[in-house]
Every structure is written in structure tokens, then in C-alpha cells.
């Protein structure tokens, strides 16, 4: 199935985020083929961190570039903007928005809808608001009456969590106790009435302040001067202020953003949104354990209300924040914007002396808004877990259901690696496998020393005591060839799962969780694979790597593509029943017995399959068995060997 995705994707937005899920989302459907057209978003600024992630996604834009030039035909559009943009791409078209943030929706946003073929928002309060628009008008022909509503269902899912490693972030704030507000400096935000009522509430108190994370256009040196004018503009008038003020301006990774949640010198969130489609800094200040005080009113109640039981076992919605008062009145005419923010629509005008009231709260009983917002943290990173939104997602926009495993359900994973000549790589390798997300829990890593000239065991020695229960060493007299090696760990092995790790290959952090999810849900495939990016530099990890996108892109499984290629390579996973069935690597191969033991298995019925995702970062080790310049003509012998063995050899599908 072809997906084509719009939206703006590489923008640092709300609505970058958005679509950012959404191709995550489509990510974790093997047969889906994801094109994107990336859009600009206002004057945003842009993602800039080299990562995986950002490397797919250029490489999508460039295949959907080439598309264009082909005369497209997609299967389905799912387009992440604004309503006014959405149009008909493809035969199903859906639109995913983050809705609005006022009473009313514009009628061009009801056009727009009911051209979809389904709609996906993000909070009870944005499909509430599609749903109780409705215009009243008169055909001008007939002279009847008639009504403009939405008539497309409209279905709920929300961002997930992140989680993320603390850095260290040198605030350079004085005061011990800080609230914090997240936002852009514009009309809808009400920055302004947040900085000034916080300085009247506790403007003879040096003790406190507000640290002001904002922007108006970007992270430019003139975007902060202009903050910086602004805030010094609306300070001007409290010259006897003790309470301190601090602008924070630029650009932050998302793990910064999280560390600055969770820093010690940050006690509250504060919010006076006039209304928000489900308020994003307020999500993660929320599921990073961080206190919230907010207007009472629009999206971000879906996740600062927790559901309770009262005494007789009901259960209802409960308030874990710190609740501003407001009162609906019609949007300012500044914020009104044609065909979006209708100047007949209302959002909440926040209550002066309700905030002042709720700021002197937790500041004077921080310990139970700590309280309530560490249940609230719980349920969140329970409720909104990034397998379960994907899911949804996938369920809700195109009726496919994704199976959750849970890690716990994993069987057990055996980590096959030959110790040779590793000293350059032994340290960064061991490093590197301990740090996969299931190794402590179920990985058992085999490391056999083929009585390597090398000093690699001093730091295995490290490992083996730091791992005691994850980690078998034996060292042996004599080189058995890497097969052989092979051979061993797979008779020592002690989990369900088989998988090679190469001393000077990396893996993706999660890349042994993905390959044993997938081969646990395809009962009747015995190995998994994935593609995997090329470096020619050693000992780059996957999150900083010089790639540039460059990888090994093997084709899908089939008996005739594995005679051409051996796509399983340096990233295969397998079941130890395999071995049972067909036997063992062939050990008088140097260098493509892997390959000739796959031929071998699938020609007798065994299935493979291709994980969608690149998992692992492969080194184009100039003195490595398989690259080695020197190694070649023995080399080439062995493959065309072993592939006029089972040239001939069919199977049947």
C-alpha cells in the first residue's frame, strides 16, 4: 500500500511533532510504502539533529520526489495541517489536526472535512468542537434553509510519551524555587498576563521566579533581542520587584527540553492558555513528574485529569493539576484570523485572582501538588505509551492492527560473537551491546576468544563482572575458523533466539527488541533481517555516525533473492530450532558459510523475513574477513561455490 503523507514534517512545530508521530506511526506496519511531501510551517525553524530518523525521513522525500516525476498513484493521502490545506491526493484521503483552540471551527474547515474520508484529531476537545459547529444559511435558489456541519467521523489519538537520559542544563538562575512557562510570544499563549500577575504576586519576594522558555518566529539572535525588548518592556513599571524573571531563547533538543522539566531548580509549569488542541509542553511537562497549574478549559484536560474510584468503586475523572478559573468570551480581534480563528468563536479568558490564588498554593504546599503530579505521571507514562498510540493510529486511519508485545513475553536471546584482533573495537562493541534495551532482562551475550593475539580480555574481565548473569566468556587454544566459533556458541546458547554481533558493527538501541518482536509474532518464520547503514569510519555509535543515509537496501525474502544476496548478512535473527532442523554452519568456510546455511535451510521450507527498519551500523572495515581487498579471490571462490550448489534449487511458494 502506497501512503503518501503531508505536512511539515521537519519543522520545529506543533504540527512538525504531529506528523512526526504520524510517520512513526506507519513506521511499525511492515507493508506500508511511506512517501512524504514535506511543507513549510509559518517562519518555524527546522529540526537540525543528525539522527536515524532524520536520515529516513530525507530519504523519503527523495523517493517521493522521483515518484512525483512518475505519474503517482497512491493508495491513500494522510495529510498533517491545518483543514484549510487538506485536498483529494488519493483515492482515501485523511486529515489529521490538531483541531482548534476556541468554541467554533470556521466553515471552511467544515468543507474541507467533509471532502476527507475520515478525520484524526487530538483531544476530546478538538472533536467535541468539529462536532457542535454547525452554520445556518439560506439557498439562495430555493429559499430553504439549510445546516453545514462535519458528517465524517472523527476519531481521537494522542501524542505518546518520550523518554529520555537527563543532561546537565546550567540554567544560571539564582532563585531555588522556579516556575516555568513554556511558549511562543503571541495572543493565544497570554504570556503577557502570566509574567505580569506572577511579578504582582510575589513581587516582594527574592526567593522566587519565573523562567520564560519563548519565542516569536524562531531561534534567531534578532527573535531573542525582540523577547528580550518585550520582556524588558513589561517589566518596566515593576521597578521595586525581588522576584526575578528569566528569559530562556533558542533552540532545545527535545532532551533538553525534558532535562529542563525535570531540573531540580524547576518546581511548576505554569500555563494561562487561552485555549490549547492538547497542549504539548504541558503533556511532557506532565509525564515528566513536573507539578502543572493551567486555565481549566480545552485539550490538555484529556491527560491532566485522571480517572479515580470514589468509595462504592466508581470511577470518575479527577483534576491532578492545579486549576485556573476562566470565563469564555469571544477570541481578541488580534488573534482573529480569517478562515481559522473565527472572530464569533470564544476560548477561556483565565481569572486574575484564581492564578495568583493557585501560584501562592504550590508555593506555600509543593509537596502535595509533587504528590498528585507523580500519580499523575504514572498513569500518563502507563496510558499514553508510544506502542499503544502507534497502534491506535495505525487501527484508526487505516484499519490495521498492530500487535503489542510486551518485552516480558520475549524469550530468551543469545548474542553469538568471535573475539579476534578486537583491541580497537572491544571496548566501544561491549559498551554498545549492554546498552540494548533488553540485555539485562533477556539477553545472554557469548563472547568466545578464538585465542586472539590481542588484549581483549582485561576489558571483557570488566564486563563480565558488571554483567555477571548476562555474559559467558570462553577463551580457546586454538582458531576453529569463525564458523566454528559460530558452532560453539550456538551448543553453549541457552536462548530461544540466535543473533551474531560482529566486534565492529553497531547496533540501533533497540534493534534486538525489534528483531525478537518480529520474529516472535511471525510463528511461522524462522529468521528476521534488517538493512543496515555503512560507515567507513570505526567505532561510530547509530545515534552519531558518518552514514549519510548510505546503507545496505536488500530486497524483501524470497528463495531467489537469497541466491542472489545474502540479505540476512550482519543483522539476522534467528531461532536456535533451526540449527535442529538443518544442522550447523559449515565450518570449513571462511567467510560465507552464514550464507550457504541459509540457502541450505530455506531451500528445505524454512521462511525468512525482512524487518522494515534499518537496525544496525555496518563498518566497512578495510581489514575485515569479508572486506578486505586482499581476501577477494578466495572469497569470490566461496560464494560462486556455494551458489552453483543450490543454483538449480527451487522451492515452492
Same mark, same amino acid.
Given at each position: *500500500?502506497?501512503?503518501?503523507?503531508?505536512?511539515?514534517?521537519?519543522?520545529?512545530?506543533?504540527?512538525?511533532?504531529?506528523?512526526?508521530?504520524?510517520?512513526?506511526?506507519?513506521?511499525?506496519?511492515?507493508?506500508?510504502?511511506?512517501?512524504?511531501?514535506?511543507?513549510?510551517?509559518?517562519?518555524?525553524?527546522?529540526?537540525?539533529?543528525?539522527?536515524?530518523?532524520?536520515?529516513?525521513?530525507?530519504?523519503?522525500?527523495?523517493?517521493? =520526489?522521483?515518484?512525483?516525476?512518475?505519474?503517482?498513484?497512491?493508495?491513500?493521502?494522510?495529510?498533517?495541517?491545518?483543514?484549510?490545506?487538506?485536498?483529494?491526493?488519493?483515492?482515501?484521503?485523511?486529515?489529521?489536526?490538531?483541531?482548534?483552540?476556541?468554541?467554533?471551527?470556521?466553515?471552511?474547515?467544515? $468543507?474541507?472535512?467533509?471532502? *476527507?474520508?475520515?478525520?484524526?484529531?487530538?483531544?476530546? $476537545?478538538?472533536?467535541?468542537?468539529?462536532?457542535?459547529?454547525?452554520?445556518?444559511?439560506?439557498?439562495?435558489n430555493s429559499g430553504q434553509k439549510g445546516y453545514l456541519k462535519c458528517v465524517k467521523d472523527i476519531d481521537i489519538v494522542h501524542y505518546p510519551v518520550k523518554h529520555f537520559e537527563?543532561?546537565?542544563?546550567?540554567?544560571?538562575?539564582?532563585?531555588?524555587?522556579?516556575?516555568?512557562?513554556?511558549?511562543?510570544?503571541?495572543?493565544?499563549?497570554?504570556?503577557?498576563?502570566?509574567?505580569?500577575?506572577?511579578?504582582?504576586?510575589?513581587i516582594d519576594n527574592p526567593n522566587v521566579g519565573l523562567v520564560v522558555k519563548t519565542f516569536a518566529r524562531g531561534g534567531s539572535i534578532i527573535d531573542r533581542l525582540d523577547a528580550?525588548?518585550?520582556?524588558?518592556?513589561?517589566?518596566?513599571?515593576?521597578?521595586?520587584?525581588?522576584?526575578?524573571?528569566?528569559?530562556?531563547?533558542?533552540?532545545?533538543?527535545?532532551?533538553?527540553?525534558?532535562?529542563?522539566?525535570?531540573?531540580?531548580?524547576?518546581?511548576?509549569?505554569?500555563?494561562?492558555?487561552?485555549?490549547?488542541?492538547?497542549?504539548?509542553?504541558?503533556?511532557?511537562?506532565?509525564?515528566?513528574?513536573?507539578?502543572?497549574?493551567?486555565?481549566?478549559?480545552?485539550?490538555? %484536560?484529556?491527560?491532566?485529569?485522571?480517572?479515580?474510584?470514589?468509595?462504592?468503586?466508581?470511577? !470518575?475523572?479527577?483534576?491532578?493539576? =492545579?486549576?485556573?478559573?476562566?470565563?469564555?468570551?469571544?477570541?481578541?480581534?488580534?488573534?482573529?484570523?480569517?478562515?481559522?480563528?473565527?472572530?464569533?468563536?470564544?476560548?477561556?479568558?483565565?481569572?486574575?485572582?484564581?492564578?495568583?490564588?493557585?501560584?501562592r498554593e504550590v508555593y506555600k504546599d509543593l509537596g502535595r501538588f509533587k504528590s498528585s503530579a507523580k500519580k499523575l505521571q504514572k498513569w500518563i507514562l502507563n496510558t499514553f505509551?508510544?506502542?499503544?498510540?502507534?497502534?491506535?493510529?495505525?487501527?484508526?486511519? /487505516?484499519?490495521?492492527?498492530?500487535?503489542?508485545?510486551?518485552?516480558?513475553?520475549?524469550? !530468551?536471546?543469545?548474542?553469538?560473537?568471535?573475539?579476534?584482533?578486537?583491541?580497537?573495537?572491544?571496548?566501544?562493541? %561491549?559498551?554498545?551491546?549492554?546498552?540494548?534495551?533488553?540485555?539485562?532482562?533477556?539477553?545472554?551475550?557469548? &563472547?568466545?576468544?578464538?585465542?586472539?593475539?590481542?588484549?581483549?580480555?582485561?576489558?571483557?574481565?570488566?564486563?563480565?563482572?558488571?554483567?555477571?548473569?548476562?555474559?559467558?566468556?570462553?577463551?580457546?587454544?586454538?582458531?576453529?575458523?569463525?564458523?566454528?566459533?559460530?558452532?560453539?556458541?550456538?551448543?553453549?546458547?541457552?536462548?530461544?533466539?540466535?543473533?551474531?554481533?560482529?566486534?565492529?558493527?553497531?547496533? =540501533?538501541?533497540? =534493534? &534486538?527488541?525489534?528483531?525478537?518482536?518480529?520474529?516472535?509474532?511471525?510463528?511461522?518464520?524462522?529468521?528476521?533481517?534488517?538493512?543496515?547503514?555503512?560507515?567507513?569510519?570505526?567505532?561510530?555509535?547509530?545515534?552519531?555516525?558518518?552514514?549519510? #543515509?548510505?546503507?545496505?537496501?536488500?530486497?524483501?525474502?524470497?528463495?531467489?533473492?537469497?541466491?542472489?544476496?545474502?540479505?540476512?548478512?550482519?543483522?539476522?535473527?534467528?531461532?536456535?530450532?533451526?540449527?535442529?532442523?538443518? #544442522?550447523?554452519?559449515?565450518?570449513?568456510?571462511?567467510?560465507?558459510?552464514?550464507?550457504? *546455511?541459509? /540457502?541450505?535451510?530455506?531451500?528445505?521450507?524454512?521462511?525468512? *523475513?525482512?524487518?522494515?527498519?534499518?537496525? #544496525?551500523?555496518?563498518?566497512?572495515?578495510?581489514? #575485515?574477513?569479508?572486506?578486505?581487498?586482499?581476501?577477494?579471490?578466495?572469497?569470490?571462490?566461496?560464494?560462486?561455490?556455494?551458489?552453483?550448489?543450490?543454483?538449480?534449487?527451487?522451492?515452492?511458494?
Open positions: *500500500m502506497k501512503v503518501l503523507v503531508r505536512g511539515p514534517a521537519l519543522t520545529r512545530t506543533g504540527y512538525g511533532e504531529h506528523c512526526r508521530f504520524v510517520l512513526r506511526a506507519l513506521r511499525q506496519a511492515d507493508d506500508l510504502d511511506i512517501y512524504l511531501i514535506p511543507v513549510n510551517w509559518g517562519e518555524s525553524t527546522w529540526i537540525w539533529e543528525e539522527n536515524e530518523e532524520r536520515r529516513w525521513l530525507d530519504e523519503i522525500i527523495k523517493k517521493t =520526489a522521483l515518484y512525483q516525476q512518475q505519474s503517482p498513484q497512491y493508495d491513500v493521502s494522510i495529510q498533517v495541517t491545518i483543514p484549510n490545506e487538506w485536498q483529494r491526493m488519493a483515492p482515501v484521503n485523511i486529515g489529521v489536526t490538531a483541531g482548534i483552540e476556541t468554541t467554533r471551527v470556521a466553515p471552511v474547515w467544515i $468543507h474541507k472535512a467533509n471532502e *476527507m474520508d475520515k478525520i484524526i484529531t487530538i483531544s476530546e $476537545h478538538s472533536k467535541q468542537t468539529f462536532i457542535n459547529t454547525v452554520y445556518e444559511g439560506v439557498d439562495p537527563p543532561v546537565d542544563l546550567d540554567l544560571n538562575v539564582s532563585t531555588k524555587f522556579n516556575f516555568l512557562t513554556v511558549a511562543q510570544w503571541g495572543p493565544r499563549k497570554n504570556i503577557e498576563n502570566t509574567i505580569t500577575w506572577f511579578v504582582e504576586e510575589f528580550n525588548s518585550k520582556l524588558t518592556h513589561l517589566l518596566k513599571k515593576y521597578s521595586n520587584r525581588q522576584c526575578k524573571v528569566y528569559l530562556l531563547h533558542g533552540d532545545m533538543t527535545d532532551q533538553e527540553m525534558h532535562s529542563l522539566y525535570a531540573h531540580k531548580q524547576i518546581q511548576c509549569l505554569v500555563s494561562l492558555t487561552h485555549g490549547e488542541g492538547f497542549g504539548l509542553p504541558l503533556f511532557e511537562a506532565a509525564y515528566s513528574g513536573l507539578p502543572v497549574l493551567a486555565t481549566d478549559w480545552s485539550g490538555h %484536560l484529556d491527560f491532566l485529569y485522571k480517572p479515580v474510584k470514589d468509595k462504592k468503586g466508581k470511577e !470518575k475523572l479527577r483534576a491532578h493539576f =492545579a486549576k485556573v478559573d476562566f470565563n469564555l468570551q469571544p477570541v481578541a480581534q488580534s488573534a482573529v484570523w480569517d478562515g481559522v480563528v473565527e472572530k464569533d468563536s470564544m476560548w477561556a479568558y483565565p481569572q486574575q485572582g484564581s492564578y495568583k490564588m493557585k501560584l505509551t508510544k506502542e499503544e498510540q502507534y497502534a491506535q493510529f495505525l487501527l484508526k486511519s /487505516l484499519n490495521k492492527k498492530l500487535i503489542n508485545v510486551n518485552t516480558k513475553d520475549l524469550p !530468551k536471546i543469545s548474542i553469538i560473537t568471535s573475539v579476534f584482533n578486537g583491541d580497537e573495537f572491544i571496548r566501544p562493541f %561491549l559498551e554498545d551491546v549492554t546498552r540494548q534495551t533488553v540485555f539485562e532482562e533477556k539477553c545472554e551475550l557469548i &563472547l568466545i576468544n578464538a585465542n586472539s593475539p590481542g588484549n581483549e580480555e582485561k576489558v571483557i574481565n570488566e564486563y563480565v563482572e558488571k554483567y555477571p548473569n548476562n555474559i559467558v566468556y570462553k577463551k580457546l587454544d586454538k582458531d576453529p575458523g569463525i564458523y566454528g566459533v559460530w558452532n560453539m556458541a550456538v551448543e553453549i546458547a541457552t536462548g530461544e533466539y540466535l543473533t551474531n554481533a560482529n566486534l565492529d558493527d553497531r547496533k =540501533a538501541p533497540d =534493534a &534486538l527488541e525489534k528483531h525478537a518482536k518480529e520474529l516472535f509474532v511471525a510463528e511461522d518464520v524462522d529468521l528476521v533481517y534488517a538493512d543496515m547503514l555503512i560507515t567507513d569510519k570505526p567505532n561510530e555509535t547509530w545515534e552519531n555516525n558518518s552514514s549519510n #543515509g548510505r546503507k545496505y537496501n536488500f530486497p524483501e525474502y524470497s528463495f531467489n533473492n537469497l541466491k542472489m544476496v545474502n540479505m540476512p548478512h550482519a543483522s539476522p535473527m534467528w531461532r536456535k530450532s533451526l540449527h535442529n532442523s538443518y #544442522g550447523l554452519f559449515d565450518s570449513k568456510y571462511k567467510s560465507a558459510g552464514d550464507w550457504e *546455511m541459509w /540457502l541450505r535451510a530455506a531451500a528445505q521450507g524454512s521462511k525468512f *523475513m525482512k524487518v522494515k527498519t534499518p537496525l #544496525g551500523l555496518y563498518y566497512f572495515n578495510p581489514t #575485515g574477513i569479508s572486506t578486505n581487498p586482499e581476501n577477494f579471490s578466495w572469497k569470490r571462490e566461496e560464494e560462486q561455490e556455494i551458489y552453483s550448489k543450490y543454483e538449480e534449487t527451487e522451492i515452492e511458494l
